[in-house]
């Protein structure tokens, strides 16, 4: 995308993304699962900076959810060693470009050492002003709403909060997406055409964009390109 283009195109403010289709893109290959999710990993690290380059001012992606515990051990196993391994990567990506990282999710089931590799991400990089990058691992969106609702009900009962006080703007502060405006745009590759489970709450009026190609052959040319039809589409807010 030329600058000049940049200056014409409307970029949305949040991107969202589906990351999907790693497993396919190793099985097209003869590989094995986990070099999909090695590839994928590059891409999300590519990503941040295009993004961050771009002008997105935050990027947000379901990188496990609460569902992905019930693949096998072994894939479970090799996608924690890539987190361990990524967050360092990430920490130095993130310096460079003057991002701030987040992470959304339900963080204690993580052994002691990914949950302090997040904290230190998060605390490392909170002063980073170019775009939010946010990381939803160990993320489901129904997961985020109940323990929502636990905390909003033992506020009630702590008597700091009235059921009156209970605005969309009230709930939306109780998730864990309370620093995030919602998303304008939603990727998610590899031809799947559904949430699973991913920011149901904050998607209500997010323009959806889908690819078939796999995450591992995401590029900066296709994030381009999702942008380019949103820019075609006229988006209403329930409005005429
Ligand atoms: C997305 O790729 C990565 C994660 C969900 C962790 P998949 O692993 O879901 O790849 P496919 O869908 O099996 O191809
Ligand atoms: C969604 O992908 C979760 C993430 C991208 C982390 P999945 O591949 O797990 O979703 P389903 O099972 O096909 O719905
Ligand atoms: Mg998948």
């Not at 290959?29 to 070099?35: E, H, T, V």
């Not at 059921?163 to 304008?184: C, G, K, N």
Request: with cysteine; net charge neutral.
């Amino acid at each position: 995308m030329t600058e000049e283009e940049k200056k014409e195109l409307k970029i949305p403010a949040h991107v969202a993304i589906i990351l999907d289709g790693n497993g396919r893109w190793a099985k097209k290959r003869g590989l094995p699962r986990n070099m999909g999710h090695v590839e994928g990993c590059k891409v999300v690290e590519q990503t941040v900076e295009d993004a961050a380059r771009l002008g997105i001012q935050y990027l947000t992606v379901y990188g496990f959810s609460t569902e992905n515990w019930k693949r096998s051990a072994e894939e479970v196993g090799a996608l924690m060693q890539l987190f361990r391994y990524y967050m360092k990567r990430l920490l130095k990506v993130a310096k460079k470009n003057d991002v701030r990282v987040i992470m959304i999710g339900e963080r204690s089931r993580f052994d002691d050492d990914i949950i302090e590799g997040l904290n230190r991400l998060e605390s490392e990089t909170k002063d980073n002003k170019r775009m939010t990058f946010t990381i939803a691992v160990n993320y489901g969106s129904r997961d985020e709403i109940t323990r929502a609702v636990r905390r909003m009900m033992a506020d009630c009962r702590d008597g700091k909060l009235s059921p009156e006080d209970v605005t969309e703007d009230l709930i939306s502060s109780y998730l864990d997406t309370r620093l995030l405006p919602d998303p304008d745009l939603l990727i998610r590759t590899s031809g799947e055409q559904r949430l699973s489970n991913y920011l149901l709450w904050q998607l209500a009026y997010t323009e959806f964009y889908f690819t078939d190609i796999y995450w591992p052959d995401f590029n900066k040319e296709e994030l381009e390109k999702a942008i380019r039809k949103y820019n075609d589409r006229d988006r209403r807010f329930g409005g005429v």
